[in-house]
């Protein structure tokens, strides 16, 4: 595979300190898919959020398969398959969520993509054997490579110049999984740096050439674990020096591994209290904005209730304000818990985020720097078992997790 020469764009430096809105910091709301958003239309959206006293909604710049959806001008995304142009107008979108007093984030997936890898191939990552594309259900652009940070770069400005909110990049890691050992990243010859100090570098960069708010989804296990342990690139005290929000996925579905059988139980709400009371000491100053699940796999006790005590746990824990993900865009049960709240509670969600130091869920939920919770004995925590014994056996080694 050759490597076709670039040289890394110059742009004027703004600075890193934006400043989020009040109502940008205690963001409440929805991710929209781009085939709702094409369907439904931003104006009738945003009256649906009001109606469940929400004030932001989450729509995709940039998705997971790698399509630009809009008629961008930034060279790469002119690249046959690249481009799916669902929204036609940027402008009157964003203007139509703001005229209802609606927050828009804008969510740029960063390098997971299906689409750009084929069109540009030298700036996907590759299989060991034979150079083959890179694959783990999708296709991944090089970190390493300084035109793939570019065009994000690029990408996140010209939604800048359509009057978006904030910017905010998901997918902003390496792949994870065994599969992820594999994988080849031909850029990475000219550049050594550590996968957290790069994906820190390129925050800041993007952070200096934009004039908005940025913030970054990281996934929920991060919250408890200390460093980078996957080494998926996430490490939260250096990615919150360069961002104004951080969001971490706290989705039941995606903690299975924490429950005896692999079954959730109503023990996850303390889970998710931990992770947030943790992330909120590791970055102590900016938002917290938790991603929380708003459809079943895997809860049995899927319900109004389910949702009304996620919020409740991430409140507890120190979150600013949260955001709701469901692919599928079935949020009536979502919806009917937030109207079931009503204007009062959700508007005084996130106004006491310094009590969080007093609700510390449990011992057993370390403080960062104190090791990985459940590191060692997860099972028997969550399971509520009194502890046996030990057997004078020999030890094994504990997994990394």
């Known amino acids: 595979m050759t490597l076709q020469p670039y040289t890394p764009k110059n742009y004027p430096d703004h600075g890193t300190k934006d400043t989020l809105t009040p109502q940008g910091r205690r963001a409440r709301g929805f991710y929209l898919t781009p085939y709702w958003l094409h369907r439904v239309g931003a104006k009738r959206t945003a009256k649906l959020m009001k109606a469940a006293h929400l004030n932001a909604v989450v729509i995709d710049l940039k998705d997971d398969f790698g399509q630009v959806l809009w008629r961008s001008k930034v060279p790469l995304s002119k690249l046959r398959g690249v481009q799916r142009r669902l929204i036609k107008d940027p402008r009157a979108v964003v203007k139509a969520f703001h005229d209802e007093g609606i927050y828009v984030i804008g969510r740029l997936v960063a390098f997971k993509d299906s689409k750009l890898v084929y069109a540009r191939p030298d700036l996907a ?10 694959w783990a259900g999708t296709g991944w652009l090089d970190a390493y490579s300084p035109e793939v940070r570019d065009y994000l770069i690029d990408l996140a400005l010209e939604w800048q110049a359509f009057g978006i909110d904030e910017i905010q990049l998901d ?4 792949p994870k999984g065994r599969t992820a050992t594999w994988g080849v990243w031909l850029h990475k010859a000219k550049d050594q740096r550590e996968r ?3 994906i820190a570098s390129f925050l800041d960069r993007l952070d200096r050439a934009l004039k908005l708010p940025l913030s970054v989804d990281i996934y929920g296990l991060t919250t408890l674990v200390d460093g980078d342990p996957r080494t998926l690139g996430q490490t939260i005290e ?3 020096r360069h961002v104004e929000a951080i969001s971490p996925m706290m989705y039941a579905n ?3 591994s924490y429950f005896p059988k692999r079954m959730v139980t109503k023990r996850v709400y303390a889970i998710i209290q931990c992770g947030i009371w943790r992330a909120r000491q590791k970055a102590p100053h900016i938002a917290l904005r938790p991603y929380l699940q708003a459809y079943p796999s895997n809860v049995s006790f899927f319900s109004k209730d389910f949702i009304i005590k996620q919020l409740e746990a991430t409140q507890r824990g120190g979150a600013d304000g949260f955001l709701f993900w469901n692919s599928s865009m079935r949020n009536g049960v979502t919806y009917g818990a937030l109207r079931q709240m009503g204007a009062r509670k959700l508007n005084a969600y996130g106004k006491k985020t310094n009590q969080w130091r007093k609700n510390r869920p449990g011992t057993w939920c370390k403080e960062p720097g104190a090791g990985n919770v459940f590191e060692r004995t997860r099972k028997r925590k969550l399971s509520g078992k009194k502890p046996t014994k030990p057997t004078p056996t020999k030890p094994t080694p504990t997994k990394a997790r």
């Open 125 to 134: 990552v590759r299989f060991k054997p034979g150079k083959r594309m890179f």
């Open 171 to 174: 997918y902003i890691r390496f």
């Open 196 to 198: 957290d100090v790069l």
């Open 238 to 240: 250096k990615m919150a």
């Open 254 to 256: 995606g903690m299975t």
